[in-house]
Nanobody, 120 residues
Framework: QVQLVESGGGLVQAGGSLRLSCSAS????????MGWYRQVPGKQRELVAS???????SYVDSVKGRFTISRPNAKNTVYLQMNSLKPEDTAVYYC??????????????WGQGTQVTVSS
């Protein structure tokens, strides 16, 4: 089992910044991609950004140029630096880690979620 602990959410005014952190513990062997998702009530969970163990990152179009995902030394901690925040970024943000058990078996783990609220 892998446990993911998130921190860094909160309330910020539009244009402000927040930094989310997520640390993995437990049976953390073969953690492949890590990423951040977000969800608002009544909508599906959305992938915001992800980063591979090799450091390759990708972002949803709505946050490109404003958010930066990082994973120092490809370890099991991932950060999401969020700048120029907009009210539409308001959501619960979830950390995700993908563990490769076998070449054809991958398990998803989730953090408990952290609320990000951007006021206008």
């Amino acid at each position: 089992q892998v446990q993911l602990v998130e921190s860094g959410g909160g309330l910020v005014q539009a244009g402000g910044s927040l930094r989310l952190s997520c640390s993995a513990s437990g049976s953390i062997f073969r953690i492949a991609d890590m990423g951040w998702y977000r969800q608002v009530p009544g909508k599906q969970r959305e992938l915001v950004a992800s980063i591979t163990s090799g450091g390759d990152s990708s972002y949803v179009d709505s946050v490109k140029g404003r958010f930066t995902i990082s994973r120092p030394n490809a370890k099991n901690t991932v950060y999401l630096q969020m700048n120029s925040l907009k009210p539409e970024d308001t959501a619960v943000y979830y950390c995700n880690a993908k563990q490769v058990l076998r070449v054809d078996v991958q398990v998803d783990y989730w953090g408990q979620g952290t609320q990000v609220t951007v006021s206008s």
